[in-house]
C-alpha cells in the first residue's frame, strides 16, 4: 500500500512547463484536403489558426489543444514534436453533432451516461494479461466484471449479453475470444471509444442495457509508418501507410499473436495445446469527391486442448480423464459508404458479413458434449443525418440482420439424484435459415430554448419474422444548461432485445417463439465542469426488466420468457481529462439488482433436484457487485518515462452455498444439498496493477515497458470446489502476481 501512496503523491508533484514549438496540418478526414481557417486553442491561452493550405504553427506550455472548424467536430488533439497530421470528420452521419457551417458543438447535445476513451489514455492505461480495450472500459462509472482475467461488462446490473458492440457502426454479434477473456478491438488500432452504460438514443438497436461504440483509426495517407511489440505472452504488429489508388487514399492493418503457447507446448504431453489465438485487423479508406469509401475486415482464430482432470478444481471422475477441445475461426467485414449529399445532408450505407466456424468438445464424467457449427450473418444499415433549420438536427435509419447457421450438437447430462443418475440427452442437428431481424430509428436534437434547454426525442421499431413480433421502444433524453459549467440531463426509455443465437431459436435445442427482452431505463444525473480538464458526473438509475428469457427444465420448451427484474443504484466520475504531466479517472458505483422467475415446469420432474432459483421469488442474479471502485492515474514522469496505475476494488459475486451430503449407494457417490440460491458471496476483489514505460537503451525509436499485475498479490476467490463428500471447501483463485514486460520498436 505504501507504493500506490507514494505513485499517487507523484502524481500531485506540479512540473514547471516550458513552451514548445509545434507544427502540422488540420486535413478534412474524407478528402485529405487542407482546411483554412481551423483555429487551434492551447490550455494556457494560446492560439492559432491555419493557413490556406490547412498547416498551422503555435507555440503553447501544454501538447493538448483544441481543434475547432465550422462544419467539424471540434477535436482534442496532443500534439507531438513531429508528424502533426490532424483530420477533422465533418459533423455528419452516426457523428453526434450536425453537417453545417451552423452546427452544434457536443455542448449543445443531450448526452446520458456516456464516457468517451480517446485512443491515448487506451494506449496508456494498465490492463492485466493482454491490452485490452474492454478491460480499461470495465474501469469506467457502473462497469463491473467477474473476474480479474475476463472481459466481460456487467453493466448497472445487467448480463453481459445484453452489452451491444458496434465496430465502425457495424454490428459486432460476438466481440470476445477465448469465451469473453479477450475482446476482439485490439487498442493499437482503435481511435476512440463511447461507452453508453443506459439512457443511449434511438438509433441503437438490440442494445438491452449499454452500447459500446468503438471507432478505428483511418491510415495514415502521407508516409508508411508503425511499429513492432513484443511482450512475454504476445508479439503484435502494426503497419500503415498510403494506398495509392486514390488520392489520400489510406491503409493501417494490425496484427496479434499469442507466443507463450508455443514454448509451453513443446515440453507438453499427449497432444496438449494451452490456449492460443492470433488475430489481424484491416481498415482500407478511399476519398472520393463527395465522401469517403470504407472497407473493415477482422479476423481471429483461437483454440486450445487441455487435460483439465490434471487442473485444479477438476477430478477424475469415475476413472474418466476430463478435458476441453476447441477452435474456434472468426471474421467480420464490412463496406461502408459515407456521402455528403449538400450542406444539410449526410448518407451511410454499410453492408456487412459475418463468418464464424467451429468445433468444441467435453469429455466430462456428468455432461460429456461435441458440438460443432458454421454459421454466417448478412446487415445492413442505411442512415441520413438532417439539418433542419438552425435548431434541428434529425436522423433516421434502417437495418437489417438475416443469415444461415448450421450446427450438429449432442450433449447428455448426467444429474446425481437420491435414486441415481436422471439422465438428459440432446442429439440435434439443425441447418437453421435465420429469420430476418429488422428494425428503423427516427429521433431529433432540438434547441428548445438557446443554450438552456435541449432534447433528443426518438422511437425505435425492431421486428422479428420468426415470431412476426413487432416492438415500439420510445426514447426520450432531456438537458437543462443552468450554467455554462453546470447541466442536469434525464433519460427514460425501452430498450428491446430479440434472441439471436440460433440455439436458442432451434425447434429441438430451443424455442422458435421466444419474444424480445424488455428493460425500462430511468436516468436523472449532473455534470459540473470544474475547469482546467477536471469535470465531476453523477448518475441514478432505475431498470425494469420484463420477458426476460430463462431456462426451462422440459425439453420440450426448454426456453421461456418468463423472468422479471429490476436494478437500481447510483455512479459517480471524478474525471482529469488527457493534457499536462498527469490524468485519470476515480469512479464509484452503487448497484442492487433482482431477478424472478414468474413460471416454469417444476424441475423434480426431470430429476433436476440440485440447487434452483425459487418460483415466484427474489434472489440476487450472480452479476451483481453492490460496491465498485475504480482509480486510473497516467503520469509522465519526463520525456518517455510514464507511469501508469490502475486500482480495483469490488465486492464478491454470489454463489450458493453447499450445506451438506448425502450418500447415494446406487451410485457410490456423495450428492450436495443447496442453500438458498445465490445466499453467500466471494471474498471482496481487490487489485492493482501499475506499468513503467521508458525509453530502450536510448535507442532512437525504441521503448519498453515493465507491467506489474495484482502488486500486492491478493488471493482474489474465482470460485470454490470440493471434495469427494463434500465436507471441505476449497478455493480457486484468480490471477496470481504477474510481472509482464516488452519492447517496441516504431518506424
Known sequence: MRFTILAILLLGIPCLLQAHAYSGRVIDKITGEGLP?????????????????????????????????????????????????????????????????KAKPDAKKVIVSKQSLEKEAIQKTTTSLFPDVAKVVQTLPGVTTNSDFSSLLYVRGGNPDEVVAILDDMLIMSPYIWGGRLSVFNPNLVESVDFYAGGFPAEANQAMSALLDVKNKTGNPRKYAGFMDLSAATAEALAEGPLGITENSSFILGLRRTHYDLIINSFADDNTVYPYFWDGQAKLTLPLPHGALTFQSLYSYQGMHLLLSETEGFGDDHGVETSSQYLNKKCDSSLAYNHQCSDTISVMTLLGLSLESGFFTLTDFYSPLEANFDQSLLQLRHVWQILLGDNHIVKAGLYAITGHALAKVDITRKIPTRDGYYIKHIATDFNFDWPVFAGGFIQDDMELLKDSLYLNPGINLQYYSGNQQMVVNPRLGVKWQVLPDWEWHAAAGIYSQHPMEPSRLDQEYGNPGLLAQEAVHYILGSRIDLGRDFFIQGEFFYKDYNHLMVSDADPDINYTNNGEGYAYGFDIIFQKKLGGPWDGWL?????????????????????????????????????????????????????????????????????????????????????????????????????????????????????????????????????????????????????????????????
Not at 452503487?590 to 427474489?618: C, H
Open 37 to 101: 481557417g481551423a483555429s487551434l486553442s492551447g490550455l494556457s491561452g494560446e492560439s492559432a489558426r491555419t493557413d490556406e493550405q490547412g498547416f498551422f504553427t503555435l507555440d503553447c506550455e501544454q501538447p493538448k489543444v483544441l481543434i475547432q472548424m465550422p462544419g467539424f467536430q471540434d477535436k482534442s488533439h496532443i500534439l507531438r514534436k513531429k508528424d502533426n497530421l490532424i483530420a477533422l470528420e465533418l459533423q455528419g452521419v452516426y457523428d453526434i453533432p450536425a453537417v453545417e457551417v
Open 587 to 747: 469512479t464509484y458505483s452503487y448497484v442492487s439488482s433482482q431477478r424472478k422467475i414468474t413460471a416454469r415446469s417444476d424441475p423434480l420432474d426431470f430429476g433436476m433436484n440440485q440447487a434452483v432459483v425459487p418460483l415466484n421469488e427474489w434472489y440476487t442474479p450472480e452479476s451483481e457487485r453492490p460496491h465498485a471502485l475504480s482509480l486510473v492515474l497516467n503520469y509522465t514522469v519526463s520525456g518517455d518515462w510514464k507511469l501508469a496505475l490502475t486500482q480495483k476494488y469490488m465486492s464478491g459475486c454470489p454463489y450458493t452455498p453447499v450445506t451438506g451430503a448425502y450418500y447415494v449407494a446406487a451410485i457410490d457417490e456423495y450428492v450436495p444439498e443447496y442453500g438458498d440460491i445465490n445466499s453467500a458471496r466471494l471474498p471482496d476483489f481487490f487489485t492493482t496493477d501499475i506499468k513503467l514505460s521508458m525509453p530502450f537503451f536510448g535507442l532512437k525509436g525504441w521503448s519498453s515497458y515493465v507491467q506489474t499485475s495484482n502488486l500486492f498479490g491478493n488471493k482474489n476467490v474465482d470460485s470454490y470446489y470440493y471434495n469427494e463428500d463434500y465436507s471441505e471447501k476449497r478455493a480457486l483463485y484468480q490471477l496470481p502476481r504477474m510481472i509482464i514486460g516488452g519492447i517496441r520498436w516504431e518506424f
